[in-house]
């Protein structure tokens, strides 16, 4: 297994922001694609964003374009989701995971491993 550990999660008002890290293994940062999905109460999961380590580029729902932000540090291990503008429809557990790149352009985003979520809940 590979172990994924993510944070940052809180409650915050509409139209506020958070930064949510995810510290992964160092192998992952060469050629693997590290993303983030949400799920809420009663929903299905939902993919978010995701970067691809192998060359660098980056991919968002519809939902969450202009407002979500994806970056890696590799000298930290570290994939963080920087959310601003946020939504109460943004409320959701948000899990960081690891994704089959063959699946990202596509867009069926499917995903091999993740970690425990950490809770974003927005007030409005």
């Known amino acids: 297994d590979v172990q994924l550990q993510a944070s940052g999660g809180g409650l915050v008002q509409a139209g506020g922001s958070l930064r949510l890290s995810c510290v992964a293994p160092e192998y992952t940062f060469v050629d693997y694609t590290i993303g983030w999905f949400r799920q809420a109460p009663g929903k299905e999961r939902e993919g978010v964003a995701c970067i691809s380590h192998s060359d660098g580029s980056t991919y968002y729902a519809d939902s969450v374009k202009g407002r979500f932000t994806i970056s890696s540090d590799n000298a930290k291990n570290t994939v963080s989701l920087q959310m601003n503008s946020l939504k109460p429809e943004d409320t959701a557990n948000y899990y960081c995971?690891?994704?089959?790149?063959?699946?990202?352009?596509?867009?069926?985003?499917?995903?091999?491993?993740w970690g425990q979520g950490t809770l974003v809940t927005v007030s409005s």
């Open positions: 995971a690891i994704l089959d790149p063959s699946t990202v352009l596509s867009g069926t985003w499917e995903y091999e491993y």
